[in-house]
């Protein structure tokens, strides 16, 4: 079965330091979306993306964060200067339709800012 | 902004028995899902309801979409151990935006 692959599971990373998360999506989607998950508390959403723009963004998404397809594979999320509470586990989502029920969630990339 | 309250925040059961959850908001949404989440890994869709109304089923999983588009309720009958995970209510109106509750987490005893 296709997945949502996700680099690096785990990132450690010292504050105001650059991260990269890095997401490859399913070979024939079209949508992605970056949500992230503060330890015990729910799933947020942080941005979508098609067609090599976002097409719509949360409060949370700041000028610190960015996305963007460099290679048409990978997708990735950029946060320029880490703040201790951008620790969370943050998922790439994709999907083949703008319905994004049908979204196909990785495993996550574990972020800890020290 | 939109707010889904989930209840009951946590469950532990017995290995057999039917469990039920449910979603509540103060707003309107156009799409219910139900996601359910293990450890280490991201969630995974288990239903999607569209209409006001509408009960679907999946297995031993049933879920239902409020007729006043405001709640949503996820029923698992006769549970067992692999059922264990945390479970979320998602919804969402136009746009990409899904909104999730805080989930339930359910532990179940063999």
């Known amino acids: 079965e296709p997945e949502v692959t996700q680099t690096p599971s785990h990132q450690v990373t010292q504050m105001g330091q650059e991260v990269i998360l890095r997401c490859v999506p399913i070979?024939?989607?079209?949508?992605f979306y970056w949500y992230r998950q503060i330890l015990g508390q729910k799933v947020e959403f942080l941005v979508s993306f098609y067609n090599n723009e976002i097409s719509e963004k949360s409060e949370i998404f700041d000028d610190q964060f960015s996305v963007e397809r460099p290679d048409g594979s990978n997708f990735t999320l950029k946060i320029r200067s880490t703040k201790l509470e951008d620790s969370a586990m943050y998922f790439c989502?994709?999907?083949?339709?703008?319905?994004?029920?049908?979204?196909?969630f990785g495993s996550g990339t574990q972020l800890s800012v020290l | 902004g939109q707010q889904l309250n989930q209840s009951p925040q946590s469950m532990f059961i017995q290995e057999g028995e039917d469990v039920s959850m449910n979603c509540t908001s103060s707003?309107?949404?156009?799409?219910w899902l139900w996601y359910k989440q293990d450890p280490g890994e991201g969630p995974v869709l288990l239903i999607a309801l569209y209409k006001a109304g509408e009960l679907t089923s999946n297995g031993r999983l049933t879920a239902q979409f409020g007729i006043t588009r405001k709640d949503s309720f996820l029923n698992i009958s006769a549970s067992i151990p692999s059922d264990v995970g945390i479970y979320f209510c998602a919804a969402n109106n136009a746009g990409n935006m899904l909104t999730f509750g805080g989930g339930t987490r359910l532990m179940v005893k063999p």
């Open positions: 707003s309107i949404f156009n799409t």
């Open positions: 989502a994709t999907g083949v339709l703008s319905r994004n029920e049908k979204l196909f």
């Open positions: 070979s024939n989607h079209l949508y």
